[in-house]
């Protein structure tokens, strides 16, 4: 079984080119930080915000489960580490807040892409076909490698991936990655951003698992709060976050008591069950 899979946004830069702190700037009315958080969070088991320890105090970071750096100045990749070293037998879907452009599909196809016997697994930049290291899944086997790039004396995640086994995943959005760093960047970026990184509102849906789902999912029903537009990106985030073994192609799914297929739109309240062959109608 794979590793459960759990989130963390960086939000420990000094934004020194953007002097003013990169995390509460606003896009369509809400700090990116709250927005990164919102993209991730339906998507992985549990999601955290990484900081430095002078940032502990700070009220918007506060909102939100933290794990601090272990290290002082070593740049994202003490972020990274830090979170292997909280939790060691889990992956991370690691994720920097400063990506507007960032939405919901970009993500599902990173998670739907991950290798877990890879060391991660990332988008190959569209720029320089190098791996793109602040969008990624780092593996647990990752905590090794990061202990001894750091113990090396080195602090770039970029370099550490090019080097080593890394699976890389064309970018189908290739804006998606698309950072901020300057004041002129991000007036240009607040004219083209608009509604929520480009993901569907959060809704609240009824899932009903039969069979042998019941049993991965270790319950029949639950409610949750997904962004999820239709039942396929749906079961792939339940995948994440249940570890469910089987693939669309051999369930059958009903939304509202009715069979439907997997581009059927979802609505707020919808009921929908995801039924294995054996489990009938």
Known sequence: MNPPLYGLVLSGGRSRRMQRDKAQLEYDGRPQLARAVDLLTPLVERCFVSAREDQRRDPQR????????RRPDLGPIGGIE?????????????????????????????????????LATAFRSARDDQPEPLCAIYEPAAAAAIEAWIGADQRCPRA????????LLALRNPRALDNINTAAEYRQA??????PVG?????????QYFALLREQAGRSEETLRSAARDARELYTELQTLRRLQLRPEQLRVAVNDEFADW??????????????PVAGG
């Open 190 to 195: 607040t004219g083209q951003v608009s509604g």
């Open 199 to 207: 993901q569907a509102p959060l809704q609240s849906l009824r899932i």
């Open 82 to 118: 830090a979170a292997l070293h909280a939790h060691p037998t889990v992956a991370w879907l690691v994720l920097a807040c400063d990506l507007p452009f960032l939405d919901a599909a970009t993500l599902q196809q990173l998670i739907a892409g991950r290798d877990p016997a890879r």
């Open 62 to 69: 506060g909102a939100y489960p933290c794990i601090t750096d």
């Open 263 to 276: 581009a059927r739109p979802l609505r707020e309240g919808d009921r929908v069950a995801f039924l294995p």
């Open 160 to 167: 550490l991936l090019t080097r080593s086994s890394v699976a």
